[in-house]
Nanobody, 120 residues
Framework: QVQLVESGGGLVQAGGSLRLSCAAS????????MGWFRQAPGKEREFVAR????????YYADSVKGRFTISRDNAKNTVYLQMNSLKPEDTAVYYC?????????????WGLGTQVTVSS
């Protein structure tokens, strides 16, 4: 089992920045890929970014590419999402997930989410 707890959400003006953190506990954190997802009101949950457990290879949704940066600190069992140049359409609940790659990514564990609100 892996437990995930997100933090760092809040209210920010358009153009501002926030850094989300996801603290993991339980099974070996470094063996999992880590991802960030978000869900806006009335919309389905969508992929934001992921980082592989080895080599730190990252991948981003087109909507956040160049503005968001995912990183991880295996020594601290924490993954981060640095969000810059925020837009009102980035408003959502942001979720952290841990998963494995079996031909495609399977996201096995989820946090409860943290609210990000971007005002115009």
């Amino acid at each position: 089992q892996v437990q995930l707890v997100e933090s760092g959400g809040g209210l920010v003006q358009a153009g501002g920045s926030l850094r989300l953190s996801c603290a993991a506990s339980g099974r070996t954190f470094s063996s999992y890929a880590m991802g960030w997802f978000r869900q806006a009101p009335g919309k389905e949950r969508e992929f934001v970014a992921r980082i592989a457990w080895s080599l730190g290879i990252t991948y981003y949704a087109d909507s956040v590419k160049g503005r968001f940066t995912i990183s991880r600190d295996n020594a601290k069992n924490t993954v981060y999402l640095q969000m810059n140049s925020l837009k009102p359409e980035d408003t959502a609940v942001y979720y952290c997930a841990a998963g494995t790659f079996r031909g495609s990514y399977s996201w096995d564990y989820w946090g409860l989410g943290t609210q990000v609100t971007v005002s115009s």
